[in-house]
T-cell receptor, first 112, second 115 residues
Framework: DQQVKQNSPSLSVQEGRISILNCDYT??????FLWYKKYPAEGPTFLIS?????DKNEDGRFTVFLNKSAKHLSLHIVPSQPGDSAVYFC???????????FGSGTKLNVKP | DVKVTQSSRYLVKRTGEKVFLECVQD?????MFWYRQDPGLGLRLIYF???????EKGDIPEGYSVSREKKERFSLILESASTNQTSMYLC??????????????FGQGTRLTVV
Protein backbone atom coordinates (compact mmCIF):
# COMPACT_ATOMS: atom_id res chain seq x y z
CA ASP A 1 0.00 0.00 0.00
CA GLN A 2 1.41 3.37 -1.02
CA GLN A 3 2.23 5.57 1.95
CA VAL A 4 2.70 8.68 -0.18
CA LYS A 5 0.10 9.51 -2.79
CA GLN A 6 -0.16 12.05 -5.54
CA ASN A 7 -3.70 11.75 -6.85
CA SER A 8 -3.32 14.05 -9.83
CA PRO A 9 -1.26 12.46 -12.58
CA SER A 10 -1.13 15.70 -14.55
CA LEU A 11 -1.67 19.44 -14.23
CA SER A 12 -1.75 22.14 -16.88
CA VAL A 13 -1.19 25.80 -15.99
CA GLN A 14 -0.75 29.03 -17.92
CA GLU A 15 2.61 30.75 -17.73
CA GLY A 16 2.67 33.37 -14.96
CA ARG A 17 -0.08 31.71 -12.93
CA ILE A 18 0.27 29.61 -9.78
CA SER A 19 0.87 25.87 -9.95
CA ILE A 20 -0.29 23.85 -6.94
CA LEU A 21 0.82 20.27 -6.66
CA ASN A 22 -0.67 18.12 -3.93
CA CYS A 23 0.51 15.14 -1.94
CA ASP A 24 -1.08 13.03 0.79
CA TYR A 25 0.58 10.60 3.17
CA THR A 26 -0.61 7.99 5.62
CA UNK A 27 2.18 7.64 8.19
CA UNK A 28 2.19 10.32 10.88
CA UNK A 29 5.73 9.31 11.87
CA UNK A 30 7.43 10.73 8.78
CA UNK A 31 10.17 13.17 9.77
CA UNK A 32 10.84 15.03 6.59
CA PHE A 33 9.13 15.77 3.29
CA LEU A 34 10.72 16.62 -0.02
CA TRP A 35 9.80 17.59 -3.56
CA TYR A 36 11.77 16.44 -6.56
CA LYS A 37 11.58 17.54 -10.17
CA LYS A 38 12.30 15.18 -13.02
CA TYR A 39 12.84 15.83 -16.72
CA PRO A 40 12.57 12.96 -19.22
CA ALA A 41 15.68 10.75 -19.45
CA GLU A 42 17.23 12.40 -16.38
CA GLY A 43 17.36 11.55 -12.71
CA PRO A 44 15.17 13.47 -10.23
CA THR A 45 16.67 16.63 -8.78
CA PHE A 46 15.91 17.94 -5.33
CA LEU A 47 13.72 21.02 -5.23
CA ILE A 48 12.67 21.87 -1.70
CA SER A 49 12.03 20.16 1.62
CA UNK A 50 10.27 20.70 4.92
CA UNK A 51 10.74 19.25 8.36
CA UNK A 52 7.72 17.68 10.04
CA UNK A 53 7.94 20.30 12.79
CA UNK A 54 7.30 23.18 10.39
CA ASP A 55 4.29 24.15 8.33
CA LYS A 56 5.88 26.23 5.59
CA ASN A 57 9.17 26.54 3.77
CA GLU A 58 9.90 28.98 0.97
CA ASP A 59 12.68 29.13 -1.59
CA GLY A 60 12.28 31.70 -4.33
CA ARG A 61 9.28 30.83 -6.48
CA PHE A 62 8.75 27.55 -4.61
CA THR A 63 6.84 27.17 -1.34
CA VAL A 64 5.95 23.95 0.39
CA PHE A 65 3.09 23.82 2.89
CA LEU A 66 2.61 21.04 5.38
CA ASN A 67 -0.70 20.30 7.11
CA LYS A 68 0.10 17.55 9.60
CA SER A 69 -3.43 17.14 10.89
CA ALA A 70 -4.63 16.45 7.35
CA LYS A 71 -1.45 14.52 6.41
CA HIS A 72 -1.21 16.71 3.37
CA LEU A 73 1.48 18.77 1.73
CA SER A 74 1.50 20.95 -1.29
CA LEU A 75 4.02 22.66 -3.53
CA HIS A 76 3.23 26.12 -4.87
CA ILE A 77 5.12 27.54 -7.82
CA VAL A 78 4.59 31.26 -8.40
CA PRO A 79 4.87 32.46 -11.08
CA SER A 80 4.95 29.33 -13.19
CA GLN A 81 7.37 29.26 -16.12
CA PRO A 82 7.52 26.97 -19.17
CA GLY A 83 10.84 25.59 -17.86
CA ASP A 84 8.95 24.27 -14.84
CA SER A 85 7.27 21.69 -17.07
CA ALA A 86 8.39 18.34 -15.65
CA VAL A 87 7.23 15.50 -13.45
CA TYR A 88 7.16 16.40 -9.76
CA PHE A 89 7.57 13.73 -7.11
CA CYS A 90 6.61 14.14 -3.50
CA UNK A 91 8.69 12.13 -1.02
CA UNK A 92 8.68 11.44 2.70
CA UNK A 93 11.57 10.32 4.83
CA UNK A 94 11.45 8.19 7.94
CA UNK A 95 14.34 8.21 10.41
CA UNK A 96 13.05 4.94 11.83
CA UNK A 97 13.28 3.11 8.54
CA UNK A 98 16.08 5.19 7.02
CA UNK A 99 14.45 5.39 3.63
CA UNK A 100 12.47 7.62 1.31
CA UNK A 101 8.93 6.93 0.19
CA PHE A 102 7.90 8.45 -3.13
CA GLY A 103 4.57 9.34 -4.66
CA SER A 104 3.63 8.39 -8.21
CA GLY A 105 4.37 11.85 -9.59
CA THR A 106 2.43 14.70 -11.18
CA LYS A 107 3.28 15.84 -14.67
CA LEU A 108 3.15 19.65 -14.80
CA ASN A 109 2.74 21.40 -18.14
CA VAL A 110 3.19 25.17 -18.10
CA LYS A 111 1.80 26.66 -21.29
CA PRO A 112 3.43 29.80 -22.74
CA ASP B 1 28.47 19.14 -6.01
CA VAL B 2 27.37 15.64 -5.20
CA LYS B 3 27.78 13.34 -8.10
CA VAL B 4 25.99 10.03 -8.49
CA THR B 5 27.02 8.24 -11.64
CA GLN B 6 25.31 5.27 -13.21
CA SER B 7 27.44 3.27 -15.60
CA SER B 8 24.99 3.17 -18.52
CA ARG B 9 22.25 5.45 -19.82
CA TYR B 10 20.66 2.80 -22.03
CA LEU B 11 20.90 -0.99 -21.98
CA VAL B 12 19.26 -3.70 -24.05
CA LYS B 13 19.48 -7.23 -22.69
CA ARG B 14 17.97 -10.58 -23.57
CA THR B 15 15.58 -12.55 -21.40
CA GLY B 16 17.49 -14.79 -19.01
CA GLU B 17 20.69 -12.75 -19.05
CA LYS B 18 22.37 -11.70 -15.82
CA VAL B 19 22.49 -7.91 -15.75
CA PHE B 20 24.67 -5.64 -13.65
CA LEU B 21 23.79 -2.00 -13.07
CA GLU B 22 26.56 -0.02 -11.43
CA CYS B 23 26.31 3.14 -9.37
CA VAL B 24 29.09 5.25 -7.88
CA GLN B 25 28.81 8.31 -5.62
CA ASP B 26 31.62 10.67 -4.70
CA UNK B 27 30.35 12.31 -1.52
CA UNK B 28 31.11 9.63 1.06
CA UNK B 29 27.40 9.05 1.66
CA UNK B 30 26.43 6.19 3.93
CA UNK B 31 23.06 5.45 2.34
CA MET B 32 22.54 4.23 -1.19
CA PHE B 33 19.31 3.23 -2.92
CA TRP B 34 18.05 1.56 -6.07
CA TYR B 35 14.64 2.54 -7.44
CA ARG B 36 12.74 1.75 -10.57
CA GLN B 37 10.40 4.21 -12.20
CA ASP B 38 7.37 3.04 -14.15
CA PRO B 39 4.52 5.14 -15.56
CA GLY B 40 1.77 5.67 -13.00
CA LEU B 41 3.73 3.91 -10.27
CA GLY B 42 6.32 6.53 -9.44
CA LEU B 43 9.58 5.52 -7.83
CA ARG B 44 9.55 2.14 -6.13
CA LEU B 45 12.38 1.10 -3.84
CA ILE B 46 14.10 -2.14 -4.80
CA TYR B 47 16.95 -2.31 -2.28
CA PHE B 48 18.92 0.05 -0.12
CA UNK B 49 22.12 -0.04 1.86
CA UNK B 50 23.15 2.01 4.88
CA UNK B 51 26.71 0.74 5.12
CA UNK B 52 29.28 -1.37 3.35
CA UNK B 53 28.18 -4.98 3.03
CA UNK B 54 24.79 -4.07 4.53
CA UNK B 55 21.61 -4.29 2.51
CA GLU B 56 17.90 -4.06 3.14
CA LYS B 57 15.00 -5.09 0.93
CA GLY B 58 12.79 -2.37 -0.35
CA ASP B 59 9.25 -2.75 -1.60
CA ILE B 60 9.94 -4.82 -4.73
CA PRO B 61 13.13 -6.88 -4.24
CA GLU B 62 11.97 -9.99 -6.10
CA GLY B 63 14.21 -10.85 -9.03
CA TYR B 64 16.97 -8.50 -7.87
CA SER B 65 20.01 -8.62 -5.66
CA VAL B 66 22.58 -5.99 -4.66
CA SER B 67 26.19 -5.71 -3.71
CA ARG B 68 27.99 -3.05 -1.72
CA GLU B 69 31.64 -4.00 -1.29
CA LYS B 70 32.85 -0.40 -1.11
CA LYS B 71 31.17 2.65 0.36
CA GLU B 72 31.05 4.53 -2.90
CA ARG B 73 29.67 1.74 -5.08
CA PHE B 74 26.28 0.05 -5.06
CA SER B 75 25.46 -2.54 -7.70
CA LEU B 76 22.05 -3.83 -8.71
CA ILE B 77 21.95 -7.33 -10.18
CA LEU B 78 19.16 -8.85 -12.19
CA GLU B 79 19.80 -12.54 -11.74
CA SER B 80 17.81 -13.61 -14.80
CA ALA B 81 16.36 -10.68 -16.69
CA SER B 82 12.70 -10.81 -17.64
CA THR B 83 10.61 -8.54 -19.84
CA ASN B 84 8.72 -7.18 -16.81
CA GLN B 85 12.00 -5.73 -15.59
CA THR B 86 12.08 -3.33 -18.50
CA SER B 87 12.12 0.01 -16.73
CA MET B 88 14.04 3.14 -15.80
CA TYR B 89 16.42 2.35 -12.94
CA LEU B 90 17.55 5.13 -10.64
CA CYS B 91 20.35 5.04 -8.11
CA UNK B 92 20.46 7.53 -5.24
CA UNK B 93 22.64 8.29 -2.23
CA UNK B 94 22.20 10.30 0.96
CA UNK B 95 23.87 11.07 4.25
CA UNK B 96 22.64 9.42 7.43
CA UNK B 97 19.19 10.65 8.42
CA UNK B 98 18.44 13.81 10.31
CA UNK B 99 19.04 17.48 9.77
CA UNK B 100 18.94 19.62 6.70
CA UNK B 101 21.04 17.26 4.66
CA UNK B 102 18.53 14.47 4.49
CA UNK B 103 17.98 14.53 0.78
CA UNK B 104 18.64 11.88 -1.79
CA UNK B 105 20.85 12.69 -4.76
CA PHE B 106 20.02 10.77 -7.90
CA GLY B 107 22.01 9.50 -10.81
CA GLN B 108 20.90 10.15 -14.37
CA GLY B 109 19.10 6.83 -14.65
CA THR B 110 19.54 3.69 -16.74
CA ARG B 111 16.83 2.84 -19.24
CA LEU B 112 16.87 -0.98 -19.38
CA THR B 113 14.99 -2.85 -22.07
CA VAL B 114 14.72 -6.63 -21.80
CA VAL B 115 13.80 -8.33 -25.07
Amino acid sequence: DQQVKQNSPSLSVQEGRISILNCDYTNSMFDYFLWYKKYPAEGPTFLISISSIKDKNEDGRFTVFLNKSAKHLSLHIVPSQPGDSAVYFCAAFSNNFNKFYFGSGTKLNVKP
Amino acid sequence: DVKVTQSSRYLVKRTGEKVFLECVQDMDHENMFWYRQDPGLGLRLIYFSYDVKMKEKGDIPEGYSVSREKKERFSLILESASTNQTSMYLCASSLVPGGRDTEAFFGQGTRLTVV
